[in-house]
């Protein structure tokens, strides 16, 4: 889980950083820390211990019911291809690939083909 002097957000680019996630840039999105690929945001901090990443709604609804303890939605992101995430209570080898899939989804196909490793996590 996170060190003691690692912040989340050091945290989430340390993974996407170790994962060989290309053209990753940092910024902000909404007012709050973000990744994204080509300028299209992947993942953002929402507030502190909670991430938002972009997901495919099917693969949403499933890890929801799988795994509520770690992902989660509000009113606010319902029918929308993003989910919540629970940084306190993840792994990080969980947490690498829901990045993973998240910049497959938001990068462009050529780019995203390039990527070693199945294209479905």
């Known amino acids: 889980m996170t060190g003691s002097h690692e912040t ?3 945290r989430i680019v340390r993974l996407a950083q170790a994962a060989g996630l290309a053209e990753v840039m940092t910024g902000t999105c909404y007012g709050t820390p ?3 690929v ?3 945001t992947f993942a953002r901090m929402k ?3 909670i991430l938002v990443v972009m997901c495919a709604r099917e693969e949403k609804e499933m890890l929801i019911e799988l795994a509520p303890e770690l992902y989660f939605e509000t009113g606010h992101y319902k029918g929308w291809p993003a ?3 629970r940084l306190g209570v993840i792994s990080d080898l969980e947490l690498t690939q829901r990045l993973i899939a998240a910049w497959r989804q938001k990068a462009p196909k050529r780019l995203a083909a390039s990527f ?3 294209a479905s996590p």
Request: no cysteine; hydrophobic share 45%; net charge negative.
């Open 47 to 49: 507030e502190a211990g």
């Open 83 to 85: 989910m919540l995430v």
């Open 116 to 118: 070693p490793g199945p």
């Open 34 to 36: 973000a990744l994204a």
């Open 8 to 10: 989340d957000f050091e």
């Open 38 to 40: 080509r300028g299209k």
